[in-house]
């Protein structure tokens, strides 16, 4: 069974730093694309990040480009996403979900679909 689990959300102040882990079970990462969304109250949910570690392709929202990294341990069967610089606005729920392996240009929820429960992330001002 395909199933992901989100965790090492919090609260930070804004500048500060944490690291989100999605830890896969059911496949192996190579089998499919992990993406990483967020949804704040009262906004759609928006994608933030992507890696499809079959083809070593990446893709980051220009929102977050330049702050958040993503990356994968494949022994661990985990993708992590370091964020660096919060700022208030990355305040949301995060998520990651699978897709299609491939090269991503965009990163839609409506093209993922397997989803962990999401953990809470807080940068306060």
């Known amino acids: 069974e395909v199933q992901l689990v989100e965790s090492g959300g919090g609260l930070v102040q804004a500048g500060g730093s944490l690291r989100l882990s999605c830890a896969a079970s059911?496949?192996?990462?190579?089998?499919?694309?992990i993406g990483w969304f967020r949804q704040a109250p009262g906004k759609e949910r928006e994608g933030v990040s992507c890696i499809s570690t079959s083809i070593g392709s990446t893709y980051y929202a220009d929102s977050v480009k330049g702050r958040f990294t993503i990356s994968s341990d494949n022994a661990k069967n985990t993708v992590y996403l370091q964020m660096d610089s919060l700022k208030p606005e990355d305040t949301a729920i995060y998520y990651c979900a699978t897709g299609l392996a491939g090269d991503y240009d965009s990163v839609r929820p409506r093209d993922f679909s397997s989803w962990g429960q999401g953990t809470q992330v807080t940068v306060s001002s």
């Open positions: 059911g496949f192996t990462l190579d089998d499919y694309a």
